[in-house]
């Protein structure tokens, strides 16, 4: 006899854990905030968690713009995930994609406007592949740890590109790059008039049709199956056929291309942000971990994820009016993902209270 | 009565799945007491219960009549118990003397004294004539080896009671007859060893008594001297089986496999494990390759599978060289492949089953367009070989496989490769760990393939196996062929004679 | 000869706290668990053994103030890798998660805390430990200005941390049973060896010498503390790999490493260098660079832990 | 929606005033009115508010000021280095109550020029840089006060001390080519080179190393290169990038070597410290702040604060001279005052390549040989 019982998805049950575990993390950070100014503690929460909808429209615009490098750093990092591999250099990644647009958007003016600002993004995506391809290759044909030469190609990425800023793109009364050509910046439409902000264009969406491309990739095609399941058995990969090596390089290039585009989209954005000619890697390299752990590498999770951290960032920067530290929300996100880790025990919760009421429903039947 | 081991009433869950409904077990002081019963009968999840692995939910252990509470392999120990559990448990970059001693260790103030530890796993190696080097390390020594290595752990710290699960699984006739000496000896020292095997003629050949299990429940206790084959294996399965095949004869064909002069190397050295090999595979027949494990079988197929390079040599199906061509070309080109270790190469055991079905197939215009996964038409293929093979498992093709019974796992194999009807099979020991049901499903499957007009390479270490099913043999000694033989002509002891080297019919 | 022995001088400030912080991350990672949480832990070390410092310089300085602050630093370390091991071996969560929890999770605190208490970010030391040269072995010739002339009683700890690790690994019965669980935990716990424990003694090893790092870091590179180890944490890691796990080699990685860091930082004093047309910049990136070539030969055969990264649950098979 | 059901329980008798429940009340969630209201606002640059340099002498300028009058004050720290964060940081303090808004550094240049705009009743004070629209000209609103500093006087002074002191085996490690730096550095050269001709000595007989080390951090990798030039034998290096300062000292401490300070008296923060050559950040937040409660805020106007107006210094009483005494530092002083000696600042000066100098091997010195290490 067979009936139809209601079941949480596996994707159903990873949602309820993150729930649980965002919970969990504010509620240490409501912990926190009361612990240290009790008296200012409630409306500061409440400011965390209005996050982005503080300041109407253009709150959310900012949670957009903090957002869409770190969906895509975090994508490559969860993608990579998928594949079985430990993109640490994402940072690396970043920052190479990042010079390519600077210096696509600097230098060749010739292009037409409407066609600049998209070369160099092709060109961040390119930089940031190449980037990746390095370790990928390592792996794939000396066997070397993916997790150190990312890190090696962290610094000799950011080194380099120290270099190169200095080389052709530098304004010495600065210390930067100089500013790119209007043509070189990402579209508007309009939506800077429609959110009042000048951080808002259309780099937002094309995260978003990257987190798409990247879930029909991976669960779609017949590449997304190969690379899972090099990822998943690399010997059990091997033994049906499948060019692991050539996958572990693809997969790499893929994720470095990934983050490169984040590195362009942000630069490009015309927030005034220049290219900074600083020996320290570029955070939102590690921020992409945070962002596909919380987004358990799924595509359509790490979408979420970015938007979130997003949002509590915003807030978490607007309760320095109550005499806050813009951290508390770095140790709420840390917590959070540390709560991550309880998702097993979530899901087998779930899981044991989902059999007792199909057992009592059994017994019922029974009678 | 007096019961060295008395395991009354046990039962143990997993979830909601009873592993052991109900069991009884007693041994008497200076037994060998067989354990029997079909794969995922319960044999094992006894076995820890008893060696404190796992905690049964009911029942009671006495031993020597004193109730006792086993909650983990310390208290076993304590208990003079000591076991060989089926997947050995060595640790493949320690040496010999150090898996001797982990968790034994003689020290003084934290650090290891080796020197008093090697003198008497020397003394024990000798006394029970277990011969082993103490400074190898596991991953260098044979499987027969490692089994002795995992002897000496149990007599080590000097146990009474000794558990062998599955102990003969992966040994040659030559080891199986010494391991039942050992065991005697050990008996005769006064020591009770409960043995488990699917192997009926391994129990007539060395122990007193039987006890049976079958689905977790007890299903009783015989001596074995007045038992026949055909009652305990009738008490194991609850329903008559058929020992013999029926073969048809032969009927030959053209040459598909063609292997000249093969020479592979060996993954961590340059030594050649696979030494100038040339035969041939003919259509409608089973060519197995007999030997002794870590003679250069795997690597042989490895080579010819691609899964290893090959040093020098030529292999080519149907006339055509592949030599030097991808997997995947191989494959296309005809061949087929039940590989060794299902868990490694078989399976990406996280895929769910219709995943699996399709591992060297997905490309093909059938079940993808545009590179666009065709779910529907994989479900469908599933479910196809779900019917065809009776492939069991819970949530049918959307299974994880990793969830999966042994032997539905290599069903789920058998199936996918031989659903691609291809002209050559090889089939590395493809029943092994299985019960007597599966194993005659598989070897049925085989000949069917054979019948069909096809060629089957089978390699296996079970000269039951390699007897009943084979229409040819070769014999392979340290990376050579060194006997071409026909079954009908030789018996068992002769074959053994060939594997160990001691006798060839191929000139070198 | 004086060039040299400045090399050798400058080398330990960059090797010693990456050497120590690696042979941690060899204890976690050989008993089974990976922990990139190296970074996270060396900034809660090296936060509370500066603290410490800062608390109590008025009342004691010198070598006796330096030792205490080291054990601080440690039992903070390992304190805060308790988390880590709780998460990794009995929650069995996947080890990344915790460890870039951990890592995200220091900083921030750090700042917050410092903040709260003192409203500054940066906690200030008073270095009161550097030793110029070392009473009777400080004049051996040669060894003397080597390894017993500016320098600090750290080193001294490091290296003694490497030794007193090699022995632990090879020689010792925890070592012995540290290793089998991280090769095949069944394995050890079918001798009844506690997987569980052993795992929880690796992490928080890894903890202390991570957190002792962290303070060891920071006593010759600056004069406070500002919630950073500038990336140590990774390169630790990175060594701990080049290293292939094991003790020898690893301190041959972290002294490669920091030869290569004291050329890249201190070319000029090497005549040779100094003229050669090579900027700054190049310099900087060439312990990376060479770090990668080495690997891309050496790294053929690799010696990770088998069951590194897996968590171990009893009743698998 | 958060704190109103249970903002009763959530006050658990800590709080000192009856004005607890006032700011508890949900209102006090939605608006930022509910907060306390900050009149004095400062932005930090991405640096951090202590550190020990740039933002910490402005910060310390308007916490006397604020202390003194009693004024609300407060700073805020951007998310990230971009000009819409600061735009974001700078109207979250107006938000927040903010009637006077100092900006540190360069980097504010372009988002105080949209500001000084959009909130003509805000003031806004802007160090080291003038405010403009991206890619134009200098345009200084009513309500902004621009100020910049002659560091290479303070650089000039801190050299000539030096060598005065006795000592000619000199380094100078900037942190990153940013003007300021750059001119701290051309200060020092010529300040070096004035003395020693003063004194006497032969041609090139200063030396001189001089670098940009990259960053602005205290990092094992600066010990390294400070530790490696005292080791070749330079007496005194300037470490003029912040927190690149600690490391120096690092280095110094173990050699028994000398650091010279910057911006701020950095004689506390260790014995090696001889002097620091400082530009009066806080003097100049304190009178800014000071004209505008007074109400004569200078706006419109950018000045560059110099020694006519005090606007840079040795801080003389912590200083850890022998020779170089008090008077001989009013002298020289007055000679910079009476511009009796001009001193060079060119920091757009470029190379034939139209790559830029920024460095100063470009100087005409004489008795000073300058080694850049590239
Ligand atoms: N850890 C476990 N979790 C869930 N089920 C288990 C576990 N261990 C064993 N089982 C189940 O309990 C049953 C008995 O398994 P056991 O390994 O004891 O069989 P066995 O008789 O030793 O078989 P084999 O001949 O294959 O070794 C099987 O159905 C098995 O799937
Ligand atoms: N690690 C595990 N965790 C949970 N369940 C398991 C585990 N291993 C096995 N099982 C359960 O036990 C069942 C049988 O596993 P096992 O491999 O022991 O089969 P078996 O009964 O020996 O069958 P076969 O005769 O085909 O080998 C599976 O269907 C699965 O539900
Ligand atoms: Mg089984
Ligand atoms: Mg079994």
Redesign the interface.
């Known amino acids: 006899m067979k009936k139809r019982k209601f079941e949480l998805s596996k994707g159903g049950k990873d949602f309820a854990a993150s729930i649980v575990a965002i919970a969990a993390g504010l509620l240490f950070g409501l912990i ?1 905030l009361l612990f ?1 100014n009790a008296h200012q503690a409630l409306p500061a929460f409440g400011m965390i968690l209005k996050g982005g909808f503080t300041d109407g429209l253009s709150g959310l615009a900012q949670v957009f713009y903090l957002a869409t490098p770190i969906i895509l750093t975090g994508l490559s990092v969860g993608f990579a995930f998928k594949t079985g591999l ?1 993109n ?1 250099g994402s940072s690396g990644q970043f920052t190479s994609g990042a010079f390519a647009a600077v210096y696509i958007g600097v230098k060749w003016t010739f292009l037409p406007g409407g066609v600049h600002w998209i070369v160099a993004l092709l060109g961040a995506f390119i930089a940031g592949a190449i980037w990746g391809m390095v370790p990928g290759i ?1 792996k794939a044909v ?4 993916e ?3 990312s ?3 962290n ?2 990425g950011m ?2 590109v ?2 190169l800023i ?1 080389k052709y793109v530098y304004d010495p009364i600065k210390s930067q790059s100089v500013p790119v050509a209007k043509t070189a910046l990402i579209p508007k439409a309009g939506l800077d008039k429609l959110f009042h902000s000048n951080n808002i264009n259309i780099s937002i969406f094309i995260a978003i049709v990257a987190v798409i491309i990247v879930y029909i990739v991976l669960n779609k095609t017949t590449f997304g199956y190969e690379l899972k399941a090099c990822g998943l058995s690399p010997e059990a990969s091997r033994y049906a056929g499948i060019n692991s090596k050539r996958n572990i390089i693809l997969s790499m290039t893929i994720a470095g291309a990934l983050s490169g585009l984040g590195g362009g989209l942000l630069y490009l954005a015309g927030s005034g942000k220049y290219l900074q000619v600083l ?1 320290v ?1 570029a955070p939102q390299g ?1 921020n992409g ?2 962002v596909a ?1 919380l987004g358990m590498s799924n595509p359509i999770g790490i979408l979420f994820a970015g938007l979130f951290i997003g949002h509590i960032t915003v807030g978490g920067n607007n309760i320095q009016l109550f005499n806050f ?1 813009p ?5 709420i ?3 959070i ?2 709560f ?6 979530i899901k087998h919760l779930f899981d044991r209270f989902r059999r007792k009421s199909s057992e009592s429903g059994a017994a019922k039947e029974a009678k | 009565m007096e019961y060295v081991i008395e395991m009354n009433h046990i039962t143990k869950e ?1 979830g909601n799945f009873k592993a052991l409904d109900d069991v009884t077990l007693c041994v008497k002081k200076g037994e060998v007491h067989a354990l029997l019963g079909e794969n995922g009968a319960g044999k094992s999840t006894l076995m820890s219960v008893l ?1 404190g ?2 905690q049964a939910e009911k029942g009671e252990i006495k031993i020597n009549g004193k109730a006792v509470k086993i909650n ?3 208290d ?2 304590n208990l003079n118990i000591g ?1 060989v ?1 089926q ?1 050995f ?6 040496t010999v003397l ?1 898996s001797i ?5 003689t ?1 003084k103030g ?3 004294k080796m020197d008093e530890a090697r003198k008497k796993v020397v003394e024990l190696s000798e006394h029970y004539k277990l011969k082993i080097d103490p400074d190898s390390y596991i991953s260098d020594i044979t499987v027969g080896m490692q089994q002795r290595v995992e002897i000496l ?1 149990m007599l080590y710290c000097d146990n009474e009671i000794l558990i062998f699960d599955e102990p003969t699984a992966v040994l040659t006739p030559q080891e199986i007859d010494e391991l039942m000496k050992i065991m005697k000896n050990l008996v005769d020292e006064g020591k009770s060893i409960i043995f488990i095997s699917h192997k009926l003629n391994e129990i007539k050949a060395v122990a007193n008594r039987c006890t049976v299990l079958r689905k977790g429940k007890y299903i009783g206790t015989i001596d074995v001297e007045s038992a026949t084959r055909e009652t305990m294996s009738e008490m194991m399965v609850g329903r008559k089986v058929n020992f013999n095949l029926d073969k048809a004869e032969e009927k030959l064909g053209d040459v598909t496999l063609k292997v000249e002069n093969l020479s592979v190397a060996s993954a ?1 050295s340059h030594k050649k494990v696979v030494n100038d090999v040339s035969f041939e595979v003919r259509r409608g027949e089973i060519v197995c390759i007999a030997g002794i494990d870590g003679n250069g079988q795997s690597e042989l197929v490895y080579g010819i599978s691609g899964l290893m390079p090959v040093q020098s040599g030529k292999v080519s199906i149907n006339g055509k060289d592949i030599t030097k061509d991808s997997i995947r070309r191989r494959y296309l080109a005809g061949m087929a492949h039940i590989p060794e270790d299902r868990h490694k190469h078989g399976l990406v055991l996280d895929y769910t089953l219709q995943q699996n079905a399709v591992l060297q197939t997905y490309f093909e215009p059938r079940f993808q367009r545009n590179g666009f996964i065709r779910f529907d038409a994989i479900r469908e293929y599933a479910k196809k070989l779900i019917g065809q093979y009776d492939i069991r498992s819970s949530q049918e093709e959307n299974s994880v496989t990793r969830g999966m019974s042994g032997g539905n796992q290599q069903k789920v194999i058998i199936a996918r490769e031989l659903d691609r009807d291809p002209d050559i099979v090889l089939a590395v020991q493809p029943t092994r760990g299985l019960d007597v049901g599966a194993t005659e499903y598989i070897h049925k499957q085989l000949i069917k393939q054979r019948d069909n007009g096809k060629a089957v390479l089978l390699v296996s270490l079970e000269l039951d196996e390699v007897m009943e099913v084979s229409d040819r043999i070769l014999v392979m000694y340290e990376g050579e062929i060194v006997a071409d033989l026909d079954p009908k002509a030789v018996t068992v002891q002769e074959l053994g004679l060939y594997m160990s080297g001691s006798k060839r019919n191929i000139a070198q | 000869m ?2 040299l022995y ?1 090399i050798v001088q ?1 080398t330990m ?2 090797a010693i706290p990456l050497l120590i912080v690696a042979l941690g991350g060899m204890f976690s990672e050989r008993s089974g668990v990976v922990n ?1 949480a190296l970074e996270g832990i060396m900034v809660m070390g090296g936060f509370f053994g500066i603290g410490f410092m800062h608390i109590f310089e008025g009342k004691m300085s010198g070598q006796p103030l330096l030792l205490l602050a080291l054990v601080i630093s440690g039992v903070s370390g390992a304190i805060f890798s308790l ?1 880590h091991a709780f ?2 071996i009995n ?4 080890q ?3 460890g ?6 220091a ?3 750090v ?2 805390v410092a ?2 208490v003192q409203g ?3 906690i ?1 030391f008073k ?1 009161t430990f ?1 030793i ?1 040269k070392v009473p009777v072995l400080g004049s051996i010739p040669v060894i003397g200005p080597l390894l017993f002339q ?1 320098c600090y009683i750290t080193t001294y700890v490091g290296l003694g941390i490497a030794i007193l690790s090699g022995i632990v690994i090879s ?4 070592g ?2 540290l ?2 669980c991280g ?2 935990p ?9 997987v569980y424990k052993i795992r929880y003694a690796g992490v928080m090893i890894s903890g202390a010498l991570a957190g002792i790092g962290g303070l060891v ?1 920071i006593v ?5 503390f ?1 919630a ?1 180890v ?2 140590y944490g ?2 630790a ?2 060594v701990l ?2 290293g292939q796990w094991r003790t020898n080699k690893i301190i041959a990685a972290a002294f490669f490493f920091g030869i290569m ?2 050329f ?6 090497v005549p040779v260098l ?1 003229d050669l047309p090579i ?4 310099y ?2 060439i312990p ?2 060479a ?2 070539i080495i ?3 050496s ?6 832990p ?1 069951a590194e990264g897996i968590p171990y649950d ?2 698998s ?1 | 929606a958060c704190g109103s059901k249970n903002n009763n329980s959530g006050n658990n008798g800590n709080s000192t005033t009856g004005n607890a429940t006032d700011t508890a009340t949900p209102t006090a969630t939605a608006e930022a009115s509910g907060s306390d209201q900050y009149e004095v606002a400062l932005i930090t640059d991405i640096g ?3 550190d ?1 340099s740039f933002n910490q002498g402005a910060w310390e300028g308007v916490e006397a000021y604020a202390k003194e009058n009693s004024k609300t004050y407060k700073y805020y720290k951007p998310t990230e280095k971009s000009d819409e964060a600061y735009i974001t940081s700078i109207e979250l303090a107006i938000k927040g109550g903010a009637k006077i808004v100092v900006c540190p550094g360069y980097m504010f240049e372009v988002p105080v020029h949209t500001e000084q705009a959009k909130y003509p009743d805000v003031k806004f004070v802007i160090l080291d840089g003038v405010p403009h629209e991206d890619g134009g000209t200098a345009d200084v609103a009513a309500n902004s006060y621009s100020i910049f500093y002659a560091e290479q006087e303070a650089g000039f002074l801190a050299g000539y001390a030096i060598v005065k002191e006795g000592y000619t085996k000199l380094g100078f490690m900037g942190g990153i080519a940013v003007p300021a730096v750059i001119r701290y550095g051309y200060g020092f050269a010529q300040g070096a080179e004035y003395a020693a001709k003063e004194l006497g000595l032969a041609d090139g007989s200063v030396d001189l ?1 001089y ?1 940009y080390v ?1 960053n602005f ?9 400070a ?3 005292y ?2 034998g330079t007496e005194v290096i300037f470490a003029c990038g912040g ?1 690149v300062g ?2 120096v ?2 280095a110094a ?4 070597k000398k650091v010279i300070g910057v911006d701020v008296d950095q004689s506390s ?2 014995d090696t410290v001889i002097t620091s050559s400082m530009k009066n950040l806080k003097k100049s937040v304190y009178d800014a702040l000071a004209a505008f409660y007074g109400n004569t805020f200078p706006g419109g106007k950018s000045v560059t604060l110099d020694a006519t107006s005090e606007g840079v210094e040795l801080p003389m009483d912590t200083s850890k001279f022998t020779k170089f005494t008090k008077d001989d530092y009013t002298a020289i002083y007055n000679k910079i005052v009476s511009k009796e000696i001009t001193i060079l600042n060119d920091t757009t000066a470029v190379d034939k390549d139209g790559k830029a100098v920024a460095d100063a091997s470009g100087l005409p010195l004489q008795f000073v040989k300058v080694e850049m ?2």
């Open positions: 926190i240290s430990f640490i390592l000396a066997n070397v740890n997790v150190i030469t890190i090696m190609m610094y000799i080194y380099l120290n270099i200095v020996d890697l590690f971990i945070s752990l530290v951290e508390i929300v770095d140790i996100i840390s917590t993902i540390y991550g880790a309880f998702a097993l025990l | 997993f060696f692995l796992y983990n392999p310390n076993a120990n076991m559990h997947h448990k060595l640790v493949h970059n320690f150090e001693v982990l968790g034994r260790e020290v934290g650090f290891l752990k961590n | 004086g060039i400045f400058q400030f960059f990139i988390l998460a990794s929650l069995k969560a996947d990344t998660i915790s870039t929890a951990l890592n995200m999770f900083p921030a605190f700042v917050f903040r709260m500054v970010q940066q200030q270095d550097h110029n500016n020689k010792t019965r925890f012995l049973r290793r089998a090769e095949h069944q394995a050890a716990d079918s001798v009844g060896i506690n870091f010759p590179t600056s004069t406070n500002n950073t500038a990336g990774f390169l890691l990175a790999i080049f860091k004291t890249a930082s201190a070319y000029s004093v100094r900027s700054n910049e190049i900087k990136m990376y660079i770090t990668l690997l891309a030969f790294s053929k055969h690799s010696q990770a088998k009893k009743g098979r | 951090t508010i202590d020990k190393k670098t990259g951090d205290a990092t094992p990798d600066n010990q390294a290169k530790a490696s030039w080791n070749e927190a600690n490391s000292m690092k401490e173990a050699a028994g923060e260790s290490i590239k």
